[in-house]
């Protein structure tokens, strides 16, 4: 897969099959919409392009507002984004930067600067709630009768439902504040999860007695926050078994910046201690034992990080998966 930040790029595809939204969390409705933007791509013989954009535009009219408590949790990092957009098949990703000129511009010229002249969609497919352009003024009747006009195809496809539920971000991160991870795989398709290379902290955790695997979550609101059953992946040939905790650390000097901070259970001890910085990996988060908690001492600190480490082998022995049974003699 293919990225490009903006237009300039003259390797950009010449013709494709186009897809617009945000895609936080990739979840199964966009899934579905992925698996048939490729599918008309192979058909028509281009290439398929996800048209993204970074800030989110509910980020950008919250600043201009002035209220950031308007703009939405994320429910996934950039990198987690374009990771599933590449796993779900796409060619190419065009993400612009959504500022005011681009919020500024009417339909009209929405569909030809951005459409025709800088990804040369020839056909495009958007969701039943699509709207764009200044204003939100562009809907799919606008877009389908530019397509006549232009020569290009415009298809829309319906809500995704699971047990009858609408799938939307707006409902993963719903289920993420409620700490419903199981609901929150259900829609997602998969385990929640964030990934990065392992990044070097205070060590803090060593000295307790917990060392971590950091990974910076690159937004200042996570839609999941709290302490966590998880599961570690790229470390070793198997999943390692952690509690990690998410969120702004409220018990260390320098709470404010969001960090993934996750303790293995077991560490492998082909490792070495430093063994894990600099490593990619994913941590799938299972299970919410509780929210961020302040504690008052690095004893108390201490004490219910251990708390938390005993919970979170508890979860795993009544989880494991049963043993097979065993073959007739």
Avoid at 119 to 144: S, T
Avoid at 198 to 204: A, F, I
Avoid at 266 to 277: K, Q, R, T, V
């Amino acid at each position: 897969m293919r990225l490009f930040r903006g237009f300039c790029s003259p390797e950009i595809a010449s013709a494709c099959a186009l897809t617009i939204g945000n895609f936080d969390g990739v979840h199964r409705g966009h899934q579905a919409m992925l698996a048939l933007l490729t599918n008309e791509a192979r058909h028509r013989r281009v290439s398929s392009c996800v048209l993204s954009f970074e800030p989110h535009p509910r980020d950008h009219f919250a600043r201009l507002a002035g209220k950031p408590e308007l703009a939405p949790a994320r429910v996934s990092t950039l990198r987690d984004k374009l990771l599933e957009l590449e796993r779900c098949g796409i060619d190419q990703v065009v993400l612009l930067r959504f500022d005011q000129r681009l919020a500024s511009l009417t339909p009209d010229q929405f569909i030809e600067r951005v459409l025709l002249d800088g990804v040369h969609a020839k056909y495009v497919l958007v969701g039943d709630d699509f709207r764009f352009g200044a204003r939100r003024a562009g809907d799919y009747a606008m877009l389908d009768a530019a397509g006549d006009r232009h020569g290009f195809d415009v298809a829309r496809m319906q809500s995704y439902e699971v047990h009858g539920l609408r799938v939307s971000s707006s409902a993963v991160r719903e289920a993420l504040a409620a700490g419903d991870m199981a609901r929150a795989a259900s829609l997602l398709g998969r385990p929640y999860a964030i990934s990065g290379h392992v990044m070097h902290g205070r060590k803090l955790g060593r000295e307790l007695g917990f060392a971590t695997l950091n990974l910076r979550f690159g937004h200042a609101r996570p839609a999941a926050s709290g302490i966590f059953v998880v599961r570690v992946i790229g470390l070793a040939a198997h999943p390692l078994q952690g509690v990690a905790s998410l969120g702004v650390r409220p018990s260390v000097e320098d709470a404010g910046r969001v960090l993934l901070e996750t303790h293995c259970l077991d560490w492998p001890a082909a490792l070495g201690s430093d063994g894990g910085y600099g490593r990619c990996i994913r941590v799938e988060l299972l299970h919410k034992l509780h929210d961020e908690r302040h504690y008052p001492t690095l004893d108390a600190l201490r004490d219910g990080i251990a708390r938390d480490e005993a919970d979170a082998r508890a979860w795993f022995a009544a989880h494991a998966p049963a043993a097979a049974p065993r073959p007739p003699h």
